[in-house]
């Protein structure tokens, strides 16, 4: 009997032990996954590990505090953060306590020890935001632009500027690469973002837009990051780029053909415009829209009677010239018809080409994960099964389990936008941890 009741006895202090060891783990898996977050709040590799150390005293000191279970001698160690050279970095914490004994005293064991340790990975991430500017933006009442500008600014505030590498690129009737994705970025992407304008006249370039991003991203060295595209628009696609035939006699005629050139419609597909430079001038740019290509005598400085020249629509698009690769259908989904001057033609054409284009950078070798943001509040919204299909959010009709998967988020209107943007950097900081 003294026998089993010393192993009784002995068994209490034990669970005892067991039972503050597991308190004491929660608290250590819990700092070392907020000091993983707390990465993105540094600006240089010292700032870094103070805010880790920060981070981890005050989760410690919430979930494990002094003297917590009648424990003593409670100590972590500083925080370790180790560049694993694949693109990622382990933070690793540690930490022990004392639980005194009850009924081993008798015995001379006056206390027990107890230690955790954890250590969570965090991966770097490459990423290009793509920003609509498109008119609708400052024809809704309110005018939405500005709350775009505060949650894009907010979004950016997620990722490590030491390591992370984070672009932009806007689009309206045509598209920019406006910050190469890089490191450092959060002043230089804040003040560009503050210097952006949307205007009224700027179309939808949708296709064009997300290239740019994908090409942003294709020429990053293969260094183990996720590879993200964050595409936020309004409104559906009404304007695409192409090499079209193009007349060279009458007015107006251009000196050469085929010519590179947007042709756009309206919203509700009344109308037609063209041809214009893809590219838009850098920002901010007085009226991206007009900005008419060369060598086209009798071409309107408006490019009212641009849609004039055109005499055909090419059966393929090859965003980087008529002699280059990849090749992309104008066919798909939305089937488009053979009237050059039926806006209706136009917004197919640029409809399927948004789904060719986050297909090829979702299938490319950098297995881009694409994370779509629509915004309602106007009359033509957002379009909820284009940018379903978009991101291949498994809500999609078309998803594809063998490629990346993403999700669409929808903002009823621009008060929505911070939620919209926070739960895309939730999903990454989720997939880098």
């Known amino acids: 009997m003294f ?39 540094g600006t ?29 001698s409670r100590t972590w160690a500083t925080p370790t953060i180790t560049d694993n050279g694949n693109g990622t970095r382990s933070i690793a914490v540690s930490a022990n306590a004392t639980v005194p ?31 609509d500017r498109s008119g609708s933006l400052v024809l809704v009442s309110p005018p939405a632009w500005d709350e775009v500008q505060a949650a894009a600014k907010i979004f950016i505030d997620n990722f490590d500027t030491t ?22 970025f959060k002043a230089a992407i804040n003040s560009l973002i503050d210097s952006m304008q949307a205007y009224s006249t700027n179309r939808t370039d949708s296709p064009y837009g997300l290239w740019k991003a994908y090409e942003a991203l294709a020429v990053l060295p293969n260094n183990g990051a996720l590879n993200v595209i964050t595409f936020f628009t309004d409104g559906q696609p009404t304007a695409f780029v192409n090499h079209f035939p193009v007349k060279t006699s009458g007015s107006p005629r251009c000196t050469s053909t085929p010519r590179e050139g947007v042709y756009f419609t309206a919203q509700d597909g009344s109308g037609t415009w063209g041809l214009f430079n893809k590219d838009a001038t850098a920002n901010p740019t007085p009226n991206p829209d007009f900005t008419i290509i060369g060598s086209c ?6 490019g009212s009677n641009g849609e004039n020249l055109i005499l055909s629509y090419p059966a393929e698009w090859r965003p980087n010239g008529p002699a280059t690769t990849p090749i992309f259908s104008i066919a798909g989904p939305a089937s488009p018809t053979s ?23 979702r299938q490319s070798s950098k297995a ?27 809500a999609s009709a078309s998803y594809s389990s063998s490629e990346p998967t993403g999700f669409y988020v929808y903002a009823p209107d ?14 990454i900081t989720r997939l880098i941890q």
Do not use: C, W
């Open 3 to 41: 026998f089993l009741f010393g192993l009784a006895a002995m068994a209490v202090d034990l669970i005892y032990a067991y039972v503050v060891k597991a308190k004491l783990v929660t608290a250590v898996d819990a700092a070392a996954l907020a000091a993983a977050r707390a990465l993105t709040r």
């Open 339 to 361: 009237d050059i001057y039926n806006g209706d033609h136009v917004i197919n054409i640029a409809y399927n080409l948004t789904i060719r284009v986050a297909d090829y950078a």
């Open 297 to 302: 005598p009798g071409l309107a400085s408006n």
């Open 44 to 72: 240089t590799p010292a700032e870094q590990q103070t805010e880790v150390n920060n981070t981890v005293n005050k989760l410690i000191n919430t979930n494990f505090p002094s003297g917590f279970m009648m424990t003593t």
């Open 414 to 427: 621009q008060t929505q936008l911070v939620q919209a943007f926070q739960r895309v950097a939730s999903e």
């Open 163 to 184: 390591r992370d590498k984070i672009g932009v690129v806007s689009f309206g009737s045509n598209a920019r690469v406006d910050y190469t994705p890089q490191t450092n």
């Open 368 to 394: 881009i994960r694409i994370y779509a943001i629509g915004l309602g509040g106007y009359l033509y919204p957002a379009d909820d099964v284009l940018l379903q299909n978009v991101s291949n959010d498994p």
């Open 101 to 131: 004994t009850f009924f081993m005293r008798a015995a001379g064991y006056t206390t027990l020890p107890v230690a955790a340790s954890a250590t969570a990975l965090r991966r770097d991430v490459n990423m290009v935001i793509v920003l």
